[in-house]
């Protein structure tokens, strides 16, 4: 599982010129399931996501999560996080899991945040989406497991 996380004053998602998902400060999401991944990586992955300590507190350092302000998420279905680009002029991404597999485990992933108190918006799995975002820093990181 690979999961882009970037900082965000606000966030939103839409599909077909709708808005489907939207939030004030927290993190932008990017989900990506593969093959190897299961119940325990989703699980490990939404509490890394829950107290990772990126935000600023009173004196300037990242020292609180998003728990800690109070933040949401935009979680994003992104199975080209497994896009292998290393041969070829084109992406493969046989790393990626199974649609159906990988539509469980991101709502999975997402039900555990929302276990933990953080309000979640979502996109649309599978759907064509286009991301607007304000990245506060910038500040993103890469979480693998």
Same mark, same amino acid.
């Given at each position: 599982?690979?999961?882009?996380?970037?900082?965000?004053?606000?966030?939103?998602?839409?599909?077909?010129? !709708? @808005? @489907?998902?939207?939030? !004030?400060?927290?993190?932008?999401?990017?989900?990506?399931?593969?093959?190897?991944?299961? !119940?325990?990586?989703?699980?490990?992955?939404?509490? /890394? +996501? *829950? @107290?990772?300590?990126?935000? !600023?507190?009173?004196?300037?350092?990242?020292?609180?999560?998003? &728990?800690? &302000?109070?933040?949401?998420?935009?979680?994003?279905?992104?199975?080209?996080?497994?896009?292998?680009?290393?041969?070829?002029? #084109?992406?493969?991404?046989?790393? *990626? *899991?199974?649609?159906?597999? %990988?539509? #469980?485990?991101?709502?999975?992933?997402?039900? /555990? =945040?929302?276990?933990?108190?953080?309000?979640?918006? +979502?996109?649309?799995? %599978?759907?064509?989406? /286009?991301?607007? =975002?304000?990245?506060?820093?910038? @500040? +993103?990181?890469?979480?693998?497991?």
């Amino acid at each position: 599982m690979k999961v882009v996380l970037q900082r965000v004053s606000q966030a939103s998602v839409s599909v077909e010129g !709708e @808005v @489907v998902g939207q939030i !004030e400060a927290g993190f932008l999401a990017l989900v990506g399931i593969g093959h190897a991944d299961d !119940e325990a990586v989703v699980s490990w992955m939404a509490d /890394k +996501t *829950a @107290v990772l300590r990126v935000f !600023e507190d009173d004196a300037g350092k990242m020292n609180r999560s998003v &728990i800690d &302000i109070g933040g949401s998420v935009l979680a994003v279905s992104q199975f080209t996080l497994y896009g292998d680009c290393r041969k070829g002029r #084109r992406p493969a991404f046989t790393d *990626a *899991a199974d649609p159906a597999i %990988a539509e #469980r485990l991101y709502e999975l992933y997402v039900e /555990k =945040l929302k276990g933990q108190g953080i309000g979640v918006e +979502t996109g649309v799995f %599978a759907a064509d989406m /286009k991301v607007s =975002l304000v990245n506060d820093g910038p @500040v +993103t990181m890469l979480l693998e497991r």
